[in-house]
């Protein structure tokens, strides 16, 4: 089945929009018409040609997702045509050892693809493409594995939604999950981008009683009190340790969130009195 798709072909250059061929659903696969996509740093960072990502080309990138599924596998029981879902990058097997034992999470079979010896998912003529992190989201369909997406509410308006299959879990699950977070704790937030403002979220929905945003955009600052934050710091009227410590009595935070990826950040982060 021909689609266009945005293919990443070499570094540092524009993507282009080309028809790319994908098979159709085997087995357990499901084919999902995208209706939106988000553009994460991990994107990015391959098109840039930095970070852990040294990937064969040409390639589809894009793994926030969400669409309507078109088509299912023989095999597929969760999900029908007609459904909403979000493409999930943390797909899994669900019969190695730590699926079976509660831990898909912990998948060892990792992104949920076809075998090398398989028909590609994705082709040009013949050529197969490779799939980013087993999705591939910057095209008019995604075909994938039941274990690799959510069905939603249909309610749900897809372009937000779509959000939810990175960046939100990524910002709330920090909170939540890898910090745990408890009610009445204080906590700062280095970075209000896309997942700052959801680690902002999660401390929020844990019942954290003082959330303190940091960045150096006004705007930001102003929509992470949307998000929850309690108060804000705005790194260019001092420094933002110094501030926080005024805030809490001198006390500072029982965590700190550095979400912007500079490692002198990270320092400042455990200069700001925080526990963890």
């Known amino acids: 089945m021909e689609m266009k798709a945005a293919v990443f072909r070499k570094v540092q250059e524009p993507?282009?929009?080309?028809s790319v061929e994908t098979d159709k659903?085997?087995?357990r696969e499901v084919l999902v018409r995208t209706a939106a996509t988000g553009v994460c740093?991990?994107?990015l960072h391959v098109v840039d040609g930095l970070g852990r990502f040294p990937l064969d080309r040409p390639i589809v990138l894009g793994h926030e997702g969400s669409g309507v599924v078109e088509a299912v596998g023989a095999d597929v029981t969760t999900v029908r045509p007609g459904d909403h879902v979000v493409a999930c990058l943390s797909g899994f097997c669900g019969s190695c050892e730590q699926c079976l034992s509660g831990h898909p999470n912990l998948c060892v079979a990792g992104f949920v693809t076809r075998p090398e010896s398989g028909a590609p998912r994705l082709s040009q003529?013949?050529?197969p493409f490779r799939?980013?992190?087993g999705i591939s989201s910057y095209a008019e369909r995604m075909l994938l594995h039941e274990n690799s997406i959510v069905k939603i509410d249909p309610d749900l308006p897809l372009d937000?939604?779509?959000l939810v299959g990175c960046?939100?879990?990524t910002g709330v699950g920090a909170a939540l999950r890898s910090a745990g977070l408890e009610a009445g704790q204080t906590v700062a937030v280095f970075g209000c981008g896309g997942v700052g403002l959801n680690v902002i979220q999660g401390a929020a929905l844990s019942g954290a009683g003082r959330i303190i945003a940091v960045d150096l955009a006004p705007a930001k600052l102003e929509l992470a009190?949307?998000?929850g934050a309690t108060d804000v710091v705005n790194g260019k009227d001092g420094n933002a340790p110094d501030q926080i410590r005024s805030l809490t009595d001198g006390l500072g935070v029982d965590y700190a969130f550095e979400v912007i990826g500079i490692p002198a950040r990270r320092r400042t982060c455990r200069s700001c009195g925080a526990g963890r």
């Open 125 to 127: 003529k013949g050529a």
């Open 167 to 169: 960046g939100v879990l």
């Open 160 to 162: 937000r939604a779509a």
């Open 25 to 27: 659903p085997w087995g």
């Open 15 to 18: 993507l282009t929009i080309e």
């Open 225 to 227: 009190k949307t998000f």
């Open 131 to 133: 799939q980013f992190i």
């Open 41 to 43: 740093h991990s994107d």
